[in-house]
């Protein structure tokens, strides 16, 4: 089997998604990926990621896999949690504090930290609209950051996602001031719930 049958078969197996790390692992040289890039069979989807050309993108996706230790967050998951029927502008994740990446110089997404032991605080495996598998956090961790960041976000959005979320029945109040607790934020929610109920 060449190198670029087997990094075939490896983004077949892979959703269609081939890192160049993993290839480098299965003896695939960046020259293999660039030959199948020039005859269109995959494409470059991001630095060291590649993708079969016969699938849509998916930048949520992309975006976890380039920071694997990032959540989808704010915005991005408020869209995730049907909190805003607005496609996201922007892609928004949390990193832990004090992780370098280089993907922080990306201006497709805004990146925001916390300390990494509360990351994964009300993180979840989310299905992406392209149905890929990524990290989001839960509806109440969600509205907390939004309000503990609501100057560097759009304010109505967030305010239309809270109301939205104080109508539900199924929203979890209880957890919402857990989290709000946790954050320090507790009485700016309980301000914002009052207001809004």
């Given at each position: 089997?060449?190198?670029?049958?087997?990094a075939?078969?490896?983004?077949r197996?892979?959703n269609?998604?081939?890192?160049?790390?993993?290839?480098?692992?299965?003896?695939?040289?960046?020259?293999?990926?660039?030959r199948?890039?020039?005859r269109?069979?995959?494409?470059?989807?991001?630095?060291?990621?590649?993708?079969?050309n016969d699938?849509?993108?998916?930048?949520?996706?992309?975006?976890?896999?380039r920071?694997?230790?990032g959540?989808?967050?704010?915005e991005?998951?408020?869209?995730?949690?049907?909190?805003?029927?607005?496609?996201?502008?922007?892609?928004?994740?949390?990193?832990?504090?004090?992780?370098?990446t280089?993907?922080?110089?990306?201006?497709?997404?805004?990146?925001?930290?916390?300390?990494?032991?509360?990351?994964?605080?009300g993180?979840?495996?989310?299905?992406?609209?392209?149905?890929?598998?990524?990290?989001?956090?839960?509806?109440?961790?969600?509205?907390?950051d939004?309000?503990?960041?609501?100057d560097?976000?759009?304010?109505?959005?967030?305010?239309?996602?809270l109301?939205?979320?104080?109508?539900?029945?199924?929203?979890d109040?209880?957890?919402?001031?857990?989290?709000?607790?946790m954050?320090?934020?507790?009485?700016?929610?309980?301000?914002?719930?009052?207001v809004?109920t």
């Amino acid at each position: 089997m060449t190198q670029e049958e087997m990094a075939l078969t490896l983004l077949r197996s892979g959703n269609g998604y081939l890192t160049a790390k993993e290839a480098a692992e299965h003896g695939i040289s960046v020259l293999a990926l660039k030959r199948l890039t020039d005859r269109g069979a995959i494409e470059h989807a991001a630095h060291g990621l590649y993708v079969r050309n016969d699938i849509m993108p998916d930048p949520f996706y992309i975006a976890q896999r380039r920071c694997p230790k990032g959540v989808f967050s704010h915005e991005t998951a408020l869209f995730f949690r049907d909190l805003s029927d607005r496609n996201p502008l922007q892609l928004m994740m949390t990193i832990p504090s004090g992780w370098a990446t280089r993907f922080i110089t990306s201006d497709d997404v805004l990146i925001f930290y916390n300390k990494p032991k509360q990351m994964m605080t009300g993180a979840l495996e989310t299905v992406t609209p392209y149905g890929m598998t990524v990290m989001a956090y839960d509806t109440e961790r969600t509205i907390c950051d939004c309000l503990r960041n609501i100057d560097q976000l759009d304010k109505d959005l967030v305010l239309t996602a809270l109301k939205r979320y104080m109508k539900e029945p199924s929203g979890d109040k209880a957890k919402l001031l857990d989290y709000a607790a946790m954050f320090r934020i507790r009485d700016i929610v309980l301000r914002y719930m009052e207001v809004l109920t």
